[in-house]
Nanobody, 115 residues
Framework: VQLQASGGGLVQAGGSLRLSCAAS????????VGWFRRPQGKDREFVGE????WYVDSVKGRFTISRDNAKNTVYLQMNSLIPEDTAIYYC?????????????WGQGTQVTVSS
């Protein structure tokens, strides 16, 4: 499966953005899709994934992940953005029936939140 993330941009603190992760290939529904982010100079952080209502503490209550299998797309709705959310955001996919973890990665999209 190939992934392409989009929807990043510059937004003021308190604003919202919705990121999209479009997938190509067949059997999209068999994949769990996760969102990760990498702030500049810091390690990559797992934000959350589809099929599980778990999010990293720093985004709980503000970010929501959803998927539309008919469109082969996963979304990351980000509300009440803060400058600390500034990062490159990546989507990745792992096969539900595999133990290999996240194997497929999109190219990333930059999110910048100004104060």
């Amino acid at each position: 499966v190939q992934l392409q993330a989009s929807g990043g941009g510059l937004v003021q603190a308190g604003g919202s953005l919705r990121l999209s992760c479009a997938a190509s290939g067949s059997s999209f529904s068999r994949y769990v899709v996760g969102w990760f982010r990498r702030p500049q100079g810091k390690d990559r952080e797992f934000v959350g994934e589809t099929d599980r209502t778990w999010y990293v503490d720093s985004v709980k209550g503000r970010f929501t992940i959803s998927r539309d299998n008919a469109k082969n797309t996963v979304y990351l709705q980000m509300n009440s953005l803060i400058p600390e959310d500034t990062a490159i955001y990546y989507c990745a996919a792992r096969d539900t029936y595999s133990s290999r973890g996240y194997e497929y990665w999109g190219q990333g999209t930059q999110v910048t939140v100004s104060s």
